[in-house]
């Protein structure tokens, strides 16, 4: 093959790959969901939610909001239903009232549930315990790598991954 043909080729090739980098979103994208899209997942799966409010808005530290949850974190506590086969039930979202930073509920990382034995017992039982954190609660960590925080009157979860979905 000529040496120029082989040179064209190459540069060909290298353009190709260079446009589909700069077309095709990044591997990592985070896919956000609408509150509607969370509900309507979590509904298909059992798993209930409730609202001191009884609300939506993300802006009302009263309501309980799927507004802007990673769809990680979805699909992260619809593994800890069909694995644990406990009752579920969330108390908190994306509103706003909580601590802030990178692994926060506003950035759709995290979400609280309502204390009970099945679940107690399924996380103490199946996840390796860290210890206490001071100002926080017990927690434990999934073999996932997401964090279980009893802060007392309820489960704080913060998920990295989707658990294994």
């Known amino acids: 093959?000529?040496?120029?043909?082989?040179?064209?080729?190459?540069?060909?090739?290298?353009?190709?790959?260079?446009?589909?980098?700069?077309?095709?979103?990044?591997?990592?994208?985070?896919?956000?969901?609408?509150?509607?899209?969370?509900?309507?997942?979590?509904?298909?799966?059992?798993?209930?939610?409730?609202?001191?409010?009884?609300?939506s808005d993300r802006y009302n530290s009263t309501c309980t909001s799927f507004e802007q949850v990673r769809q990680t974190t979805i699909s992260g506590i619809k593994t800890l239903k069909s694995s644990s086969g406990c009752a579920i039930t969330i108390t908190g979202g994306t509103e706003t009232g909580h601590s802030g930073g990178t692994y926060s509920h506003w950035n759709g990382y995290k979400l609280d549930i309502s204390k009970g034995t099945c679940i107690g017992n399924y996380i103490k039982n199946n996840f390796t315990y860290v210890g206490y954190?001071?100002?926080?609660?017990?927690?434990?960590?999934?073999?996932?790598?997401?964090?279980?925080?009893?802060?007392?009157?309820?489960?704080?979860?913060?998920?990295?991954?989707?658990?294994?979905?």
Do not use: K
Not at 133 to 158: C, F
């Open 1 to 55: 093959m000529p040496r120029t043909v082989r040179r064209i080729l190459t540069l060909a090739a290298a353009l190709a790959a260079a446009l589909t980098l700069y077309v095709a979103p990044p591997a990592s994208a985070a896919t956000f969901l609408t509150h509607s899209q969370a509900t309507s997942q979590l509904r298909a799966a059992g798993i209930s939610w409730t609202s001191s409010g009884g609300c």
């Open 133 to 165: 954190i001071s100002g926080w609660g017990y927690q434990y960590r999934s073999g996932a790598g997401n964090l279980y925080t009893d802060e007392g009157n309820h489960w704080d979860i913060l998920y990295y991954n989707c658990g294994g979905c």
